[in-house]
Structures are given as C-alpha cells and as structure tokens.
C-alpha cells in the first residue's frame, strides 16, 4: 500500500507542474500579467481595463496581387477597391482603409511629397484636387469602451491656408520640413516669416470609431461619415464591422491541450510499469515475465488476438486460388464429356484389366 501511494504522490507531482504552467495563477498581480502579455501585431488591439482583444486584419484590404497567369487578384473578400463613405453635405465622397494605405493609386496630393503618396490612409477629391485626410496607422487605440483608430499628417486644412494666403500653395512645406521648422523657432530663428507663419499650419486628421456587428456574415465594414471640424481640419467616420467585437487572443503554447493529455497518459503507464514491477520483484518475490504488473491478464490478452490472427490467417489462405501441384509426366486431363483420367494413383486392377485388353486387341 506504501509502494502504491508514492507512485500516486509522483504522478501528481509531475501532472501538477504540466497544469500548472497551462493556466497562469489567479494570485497574480497586475504587474505580472503585464509582463508576460506577448507584443501586439499590427493592426490589434487590447484593453487595459477589461483585457478584451480586437483584430481588425479581416478589413484591412490588401493591394492587389497578379498570379502567374498575369491575371490580377484582389485584396480580401476580393475587394480591388479601398473602403467608401459617402459625404451627404460636405459636398463629396471618402475614400480610406483600414491599418493601412488606400489601394488606389494617388497622384498630386494636396501639401505632401510624392513618397508619402503611397501612405495615405483616406482622401477625397474636391475642385479637381486630391486631399489627405491623414497618413495610414497601424495601432488602433482602445479608449474606454471605445475602439478608435486615428490618422494624422494629411494635407493643410483649408482655414490655415486661407490665413496664410499670402504664400502660394505650393510653397508650402513638407511634414518633414514643419519639424525642421519647429526647431529653428526654438533656437530663435525667426528671420524668415514666410516658414516662421507656415510653421503654424495645421494638417488634417482623421477619427474612426469602431463598432461591433454581431452579425458573423456582415464579414464586410460598414463605414458612414459623421461630420467634420469648422476649420476642416478633423473628419469623424463611424464603421461597423464584426472584426471590431472582442474576441479571443491566440496564444502559441508549446504545449496543446492534446499535448498535455499524451504527456499525463505517457507519464501514468511510466509509473504503472515501474510501480508494478518493484511491487511484483520486492513484495511479491516474483521473477522474469511474472515481474509485470498483471502479468496473466497481459498474457491472456496476448494470447487471445494471436489466436485470433492465426484464425485470420488461416481463413485467408483457404480463400487464395490453388496451383497444380503434380509430378513431371502427370497432370490431370479434362475429357470431352467434362470427366478426367487420373494419371497416378490409379488401382492396379484397373491397369491390368487395361493391359489385357490392349494385348487381345493386338492379338486380333
């Protein structure tokens, strides 16, 4: 019975770590979940207050992609097109994506320079011209209840420019050149006006919320257009879409829940094996095969499926076509009428009556 409780005692003892390691503790504090939180990939979110997880990767459109045939594919749910709101009142439509850049391609933006053509996440086209209204980021931000994704560094808003009109538009400066400008107005470079004013433009920006849609088929994004700031500097979007619920963060175990069940199974018939056999050796003085635990039961059970397979076997070979196994100089002959004539084996009666009738058959 002692021999019996301490293989228990070190099944447990090795099952308990396996669990253990499976499931973080409860006693752990805030700081410690912190820590061991994996780095977000792009386009996720989490919350700090409630721990709820957001992936918005199944809206974030890709650009389109030729196969080998030269045929192009679109991006997800075969989109070849960014996202659309329509403006109502403000007199246009939008265009933007998700974590990411527009699929379409842009040419002569509003106040940017022709490298940063390819990071915009939303414009719009108005009096013949094309306008940021932010550069793509690939963070949403978790406020509150709220997921929020931001774009800022679009082009000039139009009150800024007008205040500034005495400068022409194409002299306005890059988002590269505004910081240089904040630098010299820190040393005290003030004698040029005309970057010391431009210094002070504002550029446009864009706010997403994001809604949940509990719908599972509604896979695509519904985005509407909220409003805008008075100064034009500010657009408000609203987009529902099922990837904005909160769902399950996967985590890469080493170790699966299967895993860990062939790990307790294996780690069992280990100290049923060695238990049983110091058992059997030392209690109950047995020897050889007699040393494992059960050994007539294993032995009854191995003997029954050999029996079984013998009996298979057996079976099988009745059921295979046989060959003719006669000596050289016999063989079986079929007649006209169906019937054969044995060659071998035949009564020797027989073949005296038979050499009988050949000699009279002669004699005559």
Known sequence: MRLLGTTSLALLAIAYPLSTSASPSASDDGSSKKKEEAPLKPCTARSSSTGSFFDLNSINLSPPVEDKHGKTAGGKDGKAESWHAKGYDYGTNFTLNFCGSVLESLEDVEDLGSSEWGNVGGFYHKDGKTFSMGQNKSEPVVRGRKLVLNYTGGSYCQSSVSASSKFKRAALPSPEEDSELIARKLVGDDDDKKTNKSSQLRRKSTVISLLCERDPAASKAAV?????????????????AYAACPSAEVHKESLGPSGVFSVIVFVAILVYLIGGIFYSRIVLKKRGWYQLPNYTLWAGIFGFCHDISLRLMSVCLRCLPMRSSGRKGYSRLGGMNGSSVRGRGRDP???????????EEWDD
């Open 224 to 240: 509407s257009f909220v409003g805008w700031s008075e100064d034009e500097c500010t657009y408000f979007f609203e987009a529902r």
């Open 349 to 359: 009666d027989d073949e005296n009556r038979l050499i009988d009738q050949l000699d």
